[in-house]
């Protein structure tokens, strides 16, 4: 848990390479999750992501089913 008084990085305030290379990252961690083909630590991966980007004031991350 961040304390209230803690000085903080935000995506706003990161370079825009560095959020994209975030994202990069989230976005390849999920497509790596779902071919594991495992609902379970595919939602643990977006649980992750999804905290992750909150963490750094984001508005978080949802996914769908993509059609096959």
Do not use: C, W, Y
């Amino acid at each position: 848990m961040i304390e209230k008084n803690m000085k903080t990085l935000g995506l706003r305030q990161m370079h825009p390479m560095q959020v994209m290379a975030l994202m990069d990252f989230i976005g390849d961690a999920l497509s790596i999750a779902a071919m594991v083909d495992d609902q379970e630590i595919f939602n643990d991966m977006e649980t992750s992501a999804d905290e992750l980007v909150r963490l750094f004031g984001g508005v978080g991350v949802t996914t769908t089913p993509a059609d096959h």
